[in-house]
């Protein structure tokens, strides 16, 4: 049949990503966001969020999306440049600015839309991109999309970066970096990274969509002018969205120029209130961090004597480094056997032979939730 011959390679190659135990579903969460969860009718203890202050079903913050809903509806009804952009998106930029000491910020729907829209915005086809190699797959998507050269430094590598760097000849160069690596949880060398970008008279973007909420970085106090700092909604701030602060004419410039801003309709004003909402909980959340802090040194201290190793992190970001992708699905299983939802990492997203158990910390924990997840890691070892 004629349908079938056009489905047939899909299928094929679903059944090819089946076999090699590569095959991703999506499975149906039935609760808040939060330690417990209900998953596909079960209900688990979660270290598989990045809900890192445990404030996604914050009561305060949800009131405050529903004071905006009943005020001023769901939609926003248009993008930015026409009737889209409401006065809770201006207030959430302007108190985004100050509280991170740059001139001034724009928000985007999502960080993946905003990474693509700023990095297609300041570069071109005579430009180059210094990336990190571990950087999260909407800045290789936003490198590939604005047809920079795409350059990958190695991992963390400050001396591959500025052979790369000086061996360029693009018009403009920009360095792109996560700040807490997703997968790895570790961070980059922000001090050293400033020092290169000002040498290479190269940009500095700086993707914080793990650590915003939960690091402080001073020495971005106040933000130098070549400096872009992204910041995320949707993961410590608990809601949705993200934030590009950085010098006024760099605003201007994304205003004109940043397709996945321009062409897309505004966030929904019910969200920016919920964000401001959760900014002000950051703003005072030093219990909140301090108990973070706390549950990190705990699981560290608690994984010592595992027979994989914790790779080294400061972060809510613990990965737990099994190596092959089949012993970790079959770990994760067992874990979840036992109550405790804890996902395998896999190549495509991490490298091959690099599987990890990626546990990721919340300030709603507890430590007999971290003690639970040790007792069960230790059995299973
Ligand atoms: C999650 C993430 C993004 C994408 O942000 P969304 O708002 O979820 O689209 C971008 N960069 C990094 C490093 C991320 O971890």
Redesign the pocket.
Known sequence: MAEDTFLQPLRAELECLERDGRLRRRRVTESAQGPRIVLDGHEYLSFAS?DYLGLAAHPEIAAAAAQAAQQFGVGAGASHLLTGHHALHAELETRFAQHVGAAEALLFS??????LGVITSLLGRHDAVFADRL??A??VDAARLSGAEHQRYKHNDLADLDQKLEQSSATTKLIAT?L???MDGDRAPLEALLALAERHAAWLYL?D??GFGVLEHAVLRPLPARVIY?A????AVGV???LVAAAGPVIEFLVNKARPWIYTTAQPPLLAAAALQSLQLIMTGDDRRAHLTALIALLRQRLAGLPWPVLVSDTPIQPLLIGDHVRAVALAEQLAARGIWLPAIRPPTVPEGTARLRISLSAAHSFEDVETLATALEALA
């Open positions: 990045n999502t960080g993946y839309l905003a990474n950087n999260h909407s800045l996560d807490v690596f997703s993707d969509a793990h992204l995320t909604l949707g993961k949705a969205g993200a």
